[in-house]
């Protein structure tokens, strides 16, 4: 048996498989969405924090992104909307997984294509959001005409995060897309990044990171905007 | 490789799936929209939120699926983030305590 370092790395690389019937990149996957939950647990944790030890009002969220809609006021419409387009998004995405693993290449790359037009759409609407948040209503970080300071701090940093993870998302669909229809994952071509030979499971491994997101949205819906 | 790990399901599982969160999404709206307030709200807020997050975990991310060893690695960790939580609605309820005395006294 090897010593030192090398006896270190032999260790911990035996033939040894906790995960079974799981590829690899799955498994590392599933741990990185494991850390994220922490993170998001974090930020929803402070925003709790803050929101129940503040003596003023906290802002209503119904009213602060109600929009008028063709005359009506309809509280709460924009963001139901964004949630629907989430949704959609996680269905197209379970169904790109499916016809992946058939090799079915056109509905693959159909279907993730159309995955990241719902998370475009999702991202400008957001942008929409802030700017109206920010120019209208005057809400900072720091401060706002509503009510709580916290509401600013607590709405940029995880609205903020949350719309950063699907713009990276949409990101890595669009390259995951342009890896199926160029035919990489049929010839198992090395990835630009890693090298690993290019396999159908990379877009369930894409599709976990997306419907993480749609997850993830799913607890912000909740706690910031209807609580 | 693709017969022994990958995940083979119907597509109608899935427009299924897709239906239900969109109907739990709609009455998780209506929680809003009717005004409903209280406990009843909170408590309709939870349970939509869980069926929600239950639905996509299981299905979608195909948990439902995978062998206990995976599902418990990622789900068990998850329940420190509830002491986490715990922790932090004593130390907020704490905070709200001493700033009513401290505002209150001027």
């Known amino acids: 048996m090897p010593e030192g370092m090398q006896g270190i790395v032999a260790d911990w690389s035996s033939d040894q498989r906790a995960f079974k019937k799981v590829p690899w990149g799955k498994a590392m996957m599933w741990i990185f969405l494991l850390s994220d939950t922490f993170i998001f647990t974090c930020f929803l944790t402070s925003y709790m924090t803050v929101r129940m030890s503040t003596t003023v009002p906290w802002p209503n969220p119904s009213e602060v992104f109600a929009l008028t809609i063709a005359g009506h006021h309809i509280p709460l419409i924009l963001i139901a909307i964004m949630t629907f387009i989430l949704i959609s998004s996680s269905g197209t ?4 997984v499916k016809f992946g693993y058939e090799k079915n290449k056109k509905m693959t790359a159909i279907l993730l294509v159309v995955t990241a037009l719902f998370g475009a759409t999702f991202v400008g609407m957001q942008a929409f959001e802030w700017t109206k948040l ?7 970080p720091w401060g706002n005409p509503l009510g709580a300071a916290q509401f600013g701090s607590s709405f940029f940093m995880i609205t903020g ?5 699907v713009s990276v998302g949409v ?3 669009i390259i995951t897309a342009i890896k199926v229809i160029r035919g990489d994952l049929d010839n198992e071509r090395p990835g630009f990044l890693t090298g690993r030979k290019g396999k159908y499971e990379i877009v369930e491994i894409m599709g976990l990171y997306w419907h993480f997101v749609d997850l993830v949205w ?6 910031f905007y209807l609580w | 490789m ?5 995940q083979q399901h119907p597509i109608s599982i899935y427009f ?3 239906g239900l969160l969109f109907v739990l999404s709609a009455f998780s709206y209506m929680v809003d929209y009717l005004h409903l307030q209280g406990y009843l709200r ?15 975990v299981s299905i979608f991310m195909h948990m439902a699926w995978e062998r206990m060893a995976l599902a418990c690695a990622i789900l068990i960790p998850t329940g420190a983030l509830l002491v986490l939580i715990g922790l932090m609605a004593i130390e907020a309820d704490y905070t709200f305590f001493t700033r009513g005395i401290f505002f209150g006294a001027g």
Do not use: N, P
């Open chain 1, 218 to 223: 799913v607890f912000i819906f909740a706690f």
């Open chain 2, 2 to 6: 693709a017969h022994t790990e990958g």
């Open chain 2, 42 to 56: 909170w408590s309709l807020i939870i349970i939509f939120m869980l069926l929600k997050a239950g639905l996509i």
């Open chain 1, 161 to 165: 995060f949350h719309g950063f993870h």
């Open chain 1, 171 to 173: 990101i890595f669909l």
């Open chain 1, 134 to 140: 920010i120019v209208e209503e005057g809400v900072r």
């Open chain 2, 16 to 18: 299924w799936i897709w």
């Open chain 1, 93 to 96: 995405m379970a169904m790109a």
